[in-house]
C-alpha cells in the first residue's frame, strides 16, 4: 500500500490544520493507521493511531484534547485534525498503516509496514 500524506503548511500558534493520508495501492479498511511525527532533532514519535474500523484510537499526552483522527474507509483516507497548536507541534509529520490480526498497532512503531512520505508543520509563535 502506498501512502501520501498531506495537508501541512505553516499556522500561527493557536490555530488549525487538518492532515490526510490517503493510500493507493490496497484498501485501508484492514489495517490500523498512525500519525507520527520528527520535531528538529528528535526522534520520531506516535502522535495518534486508528484502528481499522475507527473504534480505538490512542493519543500521545501532548495532543490529547486538541488532535483528533479519524477515518473514511470508503474514500481510503485518514485524518488527523489538529487545534490549538503550538509551536512545539512543529514536525515532519508521517502516516503509517499496519496490517495486525487484532486489527490495532497503537503507538508501537514497529508494527507499521508502510509509511508516507511526510508533510511539513510549522507552528509560529
Known amino acids: 500500500v502506498q501512502l501520501q500524506a498531506s495537508g501541512g503548511g505553516l499556522v500561527q500558534a493557536g490555530g488549525s490544520l487538518g492532515l490526510s493520508c490517503a493510500a493507493s495501492g490496497r484498501t485501508l479498511n484492514r489495517y490500523s493507521i498512525g500519525w507520527f511525527r520528527r520535531a528538529p532533532g528528535k526522534e520520531r514519535e506516535s502522535v495518534a493511531a486508528t484502528s481499522w474500523s475507527g473504534g480505538r484510537t490512542y493519543y500521545t499526552d501532548s495532543v490529547k484534547g486538541r488532535f483528533s483522527i479519524s477515518r473514511d474507509n470508503a474514500k481510503n483516507t485518514v485524518y488527523l485534525q489538529m487545534n490549538n497548536l503550538k509551536p512545539e507541534d512543529t514536525a515532519v509529520y508521517y502516516c503509517?498503516?499496519?496490517?495486525?490480526?487484532?486489527?490495532?498497532?497503537?503507538?508501537?512503531?514497529?508494527?507499521?509496514?508502510?509509511w508516507g512520505q511526510g508533510t511539513l508543520v510549522t507552528v509560529s509563535s
Open positions: 503509517a498503516a499496519a496490517r495486525v490480526v487484532c486489527g490495532y498497532a497503537g503507538e508501537k512503531e514497529y508494527q507499521y509496514n508502510y
